[in-house]
Nanobody, 126 residues
Framework: VQLQASGGGWVQPGGSLRLSCAASGRTFSNRAVAWFRQAPGKEREFVSAIRWTENSKHYTDSVKGRFTISRDIGKNTVYLQMNSLKPEDTAIYYC????????????????????WGQGTQVTVSS
Protein backbone atom coordinates (compact mmCIF):
# COMPACT_ATOMS: atom_id res chain seq x y z
CA VAL A 1 0.00 0.00 0.00
CA GLN A 2 1.19 3.52 -0.75
CA LEU A 3 0.78 6.06 2.02
CA GLN A 4 0.47 9.81 1.59
CA ALA A 5 0.96 11.92 4.71
CA SER A 6 -0.10 15.55 4.78
CA GLY A 7 -1.20 18.34 7.07
CA GLY A 8 2.04 19.42 8.69
CA GLY A 9 3.11 23.02 9.07
CA TRP A 10 4.13 25.70 11.52
CA VAL A 11 2.05 26.53 14.55
CA GLN A 12 2.55 28.48 17.75
CA PRO A 13 2.62 26.68 21.11
CA GLY A 14 -0.89 25.81 22.17
CA GLY A 15 -2.07 25.57 18.59
CA SER A 16 -3.52 22.67 16.64
CA LEU A 17 -2.83 20.73 13.47
CA ARG A 18 -4.49 17.73 11.84
CA LEU A 19 -2.37 15.23 9.98
CA SER A 20 -3.81 12.89 7.37
CA CYS A 21 -2.55 9.55 6.10
CA ALA A 22 -4.29 8.35 2.97
CA ALA A 23 -3.80 4.90 1.50
CA SER A 24 -3.87 3.85 -2.12
CA GLY A 25 -3.49 0.44 -3.65
CA ARG A 26 -4.95 -1.42 -0.68
CA THR A 27 -7.28 -0.68 2.17
CA PHE A 28 -6.29 -0.49 5.82
CA SER A 29 -8.63 -3.37 6.63
CA ASN A 30 -7.10 -5.88 9.06
CA ARG A 31 -4.04 -3.69 9.58
CA ALA A 32 -2.73 -1.25 12.10
CA VAL A 33 -1.84 2.31 11.14
CA ALA A 34 0.55 4.32 13.25
CA TRP A 35 2.13 7.71 13.50
CA PHE A 36 5.78 8.00 14.38
CA ARG A 37 7.89 11.13 14.66
CA GLN A 38 11.56 11.94 14.44
CA ALA A 39 13.14 15.11 15.75
CA PRO A 40 16.60 16.27 14.65
CA GLY A 41 19.29 14.20 16.31
CA LYS A 42 16.79 11.83 17.89
CA GLU A 43 15.52 8.36 17.12
CA ARG A 44 12.15 7.77 15.54
CA GLU A 45 9.52 7.38 18.25
CA PHE A 46 6.02 5.99 18.39
CA VAL A 47 3.22 8.55 18.76
CA SER A 48 -0.09 6.80 18.19
CA ALA A 49 -1.71 3.85 16.45
CA ILE A 50 -5.12 2.60 15.49
CA ARG A 51 -6.00 -1.00 14.82
CA TRP A 52 -8.35 -0.66 11.89
CA THR A 53 -10.73 -3.57 12.39
CA GLU A 54 -11.08 -3.18 16.17
CA ASN A 55 -10.94 0.63 16.02
CA SER A 56 -8.73 0.48 19.11
CA LYS A 57 -6.57 3.55 19.70
CA HIS A 58 -3.22 3.78 21.42
CA TYR A 59 -0.95 6.67 22.41
CA THR A 60 2.42 7.30 23.87
CA ASP A 61 2.19 8.94 27.29
CA SER A 62 3.52 12.32 26.19
CA VAL A 63 0.58 12.94 23.83
CA LYS A 64 -2.30 11.42 25.78
CA GLY A 65 -5.09 13.93 26.24
CA ARG A 66 -3.70 16.18 23.49
CA PHE A 67 -3.65 14.00 20.35
CA THR A 68 -6.51 11.98 18.91
CA ILE A 69 -6.20 9.34 16.21
CA SER A 70 -9.22 8.48 14.09
CA ARG A 71 -10.16 6.82 10.84
CA ASP A 72 -12.47 7.43 7.88
CA ILE A 73 -13.41 4.06 6.45
CA GLY A 74 -14.89 5.48 3.26
CA LYS A 75 -11.80 7.55 2.52
CA ASN A 76 -9.36 4.89 3.73
CA THR A 77 -7.64 7.62 5.70
CA VAL A 78 -6.26 7.96 9.21
CA TYR A 79 -6.09 11.30 10.96
CA LEU A 80 -4.05 12.60 13.86
CA GLN A 81 -5.63 15.61 15.51
CA MET A 82 -2.97 17.39 17.52
CA ASN A 83 -4.06 19.97 20.07
CA SER A 84 -2.18 21.96 22.72
CA LEU A 85 0.99 21.56 20.72
CA LYS A 86 4.32 22.09 22.44
CA PRO A 87 7.76 22.93 21.05
CA GLU A 88 8.86 19.40 21.91
CA ASP A 89 6.31 18.07 19.43
CA THR A 90 8.41 19.53 16.63
CA ALA A 91 9.47 16.68 14.33
CA ILE A 92 8.88 15.00 11.02
CA TYR A 93 5.77 12.87 11.38
CA TYR A 94 5.49 9.60 9.48
CA CYS A 95 2.52 7.35 9.03
CA UNK A 96 3.01 3.62 8.68
CA UNK A 97 0.87 0.55 8.10
CA UNK A 98 1.40 -3.01 9.23
CA UNK A 99 0.97 -6.06 7.04
CA UNK A 100 -1.35 -7.84 9.44
CA UNK A 101 -3.08 -7.26 12.75
CA UNK A 102 -0.34 -6.80 15.33
CA UNK A 103 -0.90 -7.35 19.01
CA UNK A 104 -1.10 -4.24 21.13
CA UNK A 105 2.31 -4.76 22.69
CA UNK A 106 3.95 -4.53 19.26
CA UNK A 107 2.31 -1.31 18.09
CA UNK A 108 5.18 0.85 19.38
CA UNK A 109 7.81 -1.05 17.38
CA UNK A 110 8.74 0.44 13.95
CA UNK A 111 9.60 -3.06 12.78
CA UNK A 112 5.93 -3.99 12.98
CA UNK A 113 5.16 -1.76 9.99
CA UNK A 114 5.93 -2.63 6.39
CA UNK A 115 4.68 0.46 4.56
CA TRP A 116 5.72 4.04 5.33
CA GLY A 117 4.66 7.45 4.07
CA GLN A 118 7.07 10.19 3.13
CA GLY A 119 6.76 12.27 6.30
CA THR A 120 5.34 15.69 7.01
CA GLN A 121 7.10 18.41 9.00
CA VAL A 122 5.48 19.79 12.14
CA THR A 123 7.11 22.85 13.70
CA VAL A 124 5.89 24.34 16.96
CA SER A 125 7.51 27.62 17.89
CA SER A 126 6.74 31.19 18.77
Amino acid sequence: VQLQASGGGWVQPGGSLRLSCAASGRTFSNRAVAWFRQAPGKEREFVSAIRWTENSKHYTDSVKGRFTISRDIGKNTVYLQMNSLKPEDTAIYYCAASEGRPIVSMLWNPGTYTDWGQGTQVTVSS
